[in-house]
């Protein structure tokens, strides 16, 4: 599909995506507010206005001196880029004291002669005889070096060893009886495997014969396309490929025809209702809207109708619900064992933030995440035409968490554009987190439906967001990856790199904390006004809230997502009113023990559950301000004035998954249990 967008002068990097990052050097571009020329750091985009955010600027750009940073980065092997001076926002971290010298970190000794200087966090504070100098030893770093091909056979050999115990012991179950556990260790056996074969074997081994294939096949029977019909050739294959996971499956009870046809539509009104409300209908980039649709589409094939697919979904759930999940520890030692299973948000969401923020300072201490935004940056905009941060917290969001994802770009909050930042809260809107999976198939919640509602909202977020709020400026993460200053550089090893997430960490939650009180009790003031008001109409049975109205506003939504007409209209209509107003926990657990709801019909409870599977809600705008404004405090505005917007367009992405869901979901009875209610 991508092939199909590709216009020969439009998007010159199609053919020599392995050039990519060489091609990205340097580019000039014209100032018109100084008549001047100046470098500017090159970007794959087109059509866009030119971003001045000094982190562009090349004089900017610096090399790696701190001392933490990978030594690859001083021989040019470096795929990033680092701008520094380009933060305007206060550091989250007091400056170095005069008294912390480098050279006590170096472990020099103390020369008298030589006067004490106020570090610079960029350059350090070495004297000229000192500053390339570097007297310690490296003693395990050498052996590592001389004997890597030894430690590298041992590590395969282990992770090898125990692969094959487990199967051994196991067979192609897990210790849960999992039919495909196999599939688990297999695939971090491979993954570890393929990144020690890549110490000694070029990628490009790999890359060259897939990008001549690419080159030689799809881009060559695309150049036969005319232009003008390129688009509409794409958007037709995507449609064809909906128009036949939909309706070649066999008709069940009532998973009709008719209906299945009712949830195109459904899904057809909301592209087209993003694009009537879109900010800039001429600057949308349709190519990100139909591949998101088609990879949408795609996803739920192969999560509904694969158990491979299930099973690799859950898995990374169960990683990052495992890793959220030892914040419990410091919260029991604090307080008391039984206090995490209380469920409150204080002790159970919270401290799991905090201690997500420390990880996150230290992953970018280490270097992981700038690699991860940089492969993400080309890859994406090769597929979707958007930014690398952008897929970053899209990918991340279904499994950490809408809070959480934000932190994983965090020296990039600042700098983003104001498309990438309804982007960045819309993904956080679209989709619930790892941590809360537990919660919602405790209740008997499908975790099947759950975790494939998860996954498709990556794609489909990406896609509704760019309608609503398309990219018209250049951003740092678009097929290269500039990564401007911040609070990392300060760190001068681990530990204080983990220490200072932890402060942050403290912040954003007291943030978080207070934003969301202030929301929810403003949201009971205009429920007390609106009871009170509708009592002089007779409103009583049920009073009149706001609740009450959005779930009357999205009676026509449950019709579009494809509900039976047979009286379950009003009732999904209410529970999607109860998730927008309150949250998506007290909508489930109405959805499951209210008797209310008992009698739903197996596709109605079915599209509920995906309808219901996110985090657009009023207190979310409480998280996603919170850690926004507190994470890069001068774009609180931008924040605040996206918010909405991103709010809508999030609650809208996690509609086209149920429509979806309506579109290919066949034996609706096993994707639920009954409840509690029923019985």
Not at 119 to 144: C, I, M, Q, W
Not at 150 to 173: C, D, V
Request: with cysteine; net charge neutral.
């Amino acid at each position: 599909i991508p092939a199909l967008f590709y216009i020969p002068g439009t998007f010159p990097f199609l053919p020599s995506v392995p050039n990519l990052l060489q091609s990205m050097a340097k580019q000039e571009y014209h100032d018109v507010t100084n008549n001047q020329s100046r470098p500017h750091n090159t970007s794959s985009q087109h059509h866009v206005e030119k971003n001045n955010d000094p982190a562009l600027d090349v004089a900017n750009e610096h090399t790696h001196g701190h001392l933490h940073h990978n030594p690859r980065a001083e021989q040019g092997r470096d795929d990033t880029e680092f701008s520094m001076g380009t933060t305007y926002e206060a550091s989250n971290i007091p400056g170095q004291d005069p008294h912390d010298q480098s050279i006590h970190r170096r472990h020099l000794p103390n020369d008298p002669t030589v006067p004490a200087v106020v570090a610079d966090p960029e350059k350090g504070d070495f004297s000229p005889d000192r500053s390339d100098e570097d007297p310690r030893t490296h003693k395990l770093s050498n052996v590592y070096v001389r004997y890597r091909v030894f430690f590298h056979l041992f590590i395969w050999l282990l992770f090898t060893g125990w692969w094959i115990a487990g199967l051994i012991l196991h067979g192609r179950n897990d210790a849960l009886g999992s039919r495909t556990g196999w599939l688990k260790p297999f695939l971090l056996w491979l993954a570890i495997t393929l990144r020690l074969l890549t110490f000694y074997v070029p990628i490009t081994v790999i890359t060259k014969p897939m990008h001549l294939i690419w080159n030689n096949t799809a881009v060559k029977i695309v150049s036969f396309v005319p232009d003008r019909l390129r688009l509409p050739a794409g958007a037709a294959v995507v449609l064809a490929v909906l128009l036949v996971g939909a309706f070649a499956s066999p008709e069940s009870e009532d998973n009709t025809r008719d209906n299945r046809a009712v949830s195109l539509f459904g899904l057809a009104v909301i592209i087209f209702v993003m694009w009537a409300t879109s900010r800039n209908r001429q600057a949308v980039k349709w190519h990100t809207v139909i591949v998101g649709m088609l990879v949408q589409f795609i996803v739920a094939l192969f999560v509904l109708r694969s158990g491979a697919g299930y099973d690799i979904f859950n898995f990374v759930s169960e990683l990052a619900r495992d890793l959220l999940g030892f914040a419990n520890l410091g919260t029991s030692f604090l307080t008391a064992d039984s206090v995490p299973k209380l469920g409150w948000f204080l002790v159970s969401v919270l401290p799991a933030i905090i201690f997500f923020v420390a990880m996150v300072q230290l992953l970018y201490y280490w270097g992981t995440l700038q690699w991860l935004i940089q492969k993400f940056a080309v890859f994406f905009f090769w597929s979707m035409r958007v930014s690398g941060a952008e897929a970053v917290v899209a990918a991340a969001s279904p499994f950490i968490g809408q809070g959480e994802s934000a932190m994983l770009i965090k020296p990039f909050v600042a700098h983003l554009t104001q498309a990438e930042l309804h982007q960045v809260m819309c993904s956080g809107f679209a989709t619930i987190a790892g941590s809360v999976l537990v919660a919602y198939i405790a209740l008997g919640v499908n975790g099947q439906a759950l975790i494939s509602s998860c996954v498709m909202s990556i794609p489909a977020s990406l896609a509704i967001s760019k309608l609503r709020y398309p990219e018209t400026e250049e951003t740092l993460t678009t097929g290269r990856c500039v990564i401007p200053d911040d609070d990392e550089h300060r760190a001068v090893n681990s530990l204080h790199a983990f220490a200072n997430g932890a402060w942050l960490g403290l912040k954003i939650a007291g943030m978080i904390l207070a934003t969301l009180l202030c929301i929810i009790a403003f949201l009971g003031l205009a429920d007390g006004l609106l009871t009170w008001w509708g009592r002089y109409l007779n409103i009583n049975d049920p009073p009149l809230t706001v609740e009450l109205i959005v779930g009357y506003i999205c009676y026509p939504i449950a019709f579009l997502l494809g509900v039976p007409r047979n009286g379950d209209l009003l009732k999904v209509g209410q529970l999607i009113g109860t998730k927008l107003i309150a949250n998506e926990f007290v909508a489930y657990t109405k959805l499951q023990t209210d008797p209310a709801y008992a009698d739903l019909s197996p596709r109605s409870r079915l599209i509920a559950t995906y309808a219901l599977c996110g985090f657009a809600n009023i207190g979310s705008l409480g998280t996603q301000i919170g850690v926004l404004s507190q994470i890069a405090p001068g774009r609180g505005g931008d924040v605040s004035r996206l918010a909405v917007s991103a709010l809508i367009a999030g609650a809208l992405s996690t509609l086209t998954s149920a429509s979806i869901a309506g579109l290919l979901v066949t034996d609706q009875a096993a994707y639920f249990t009954p409840s509690a209610a029923s019985g």
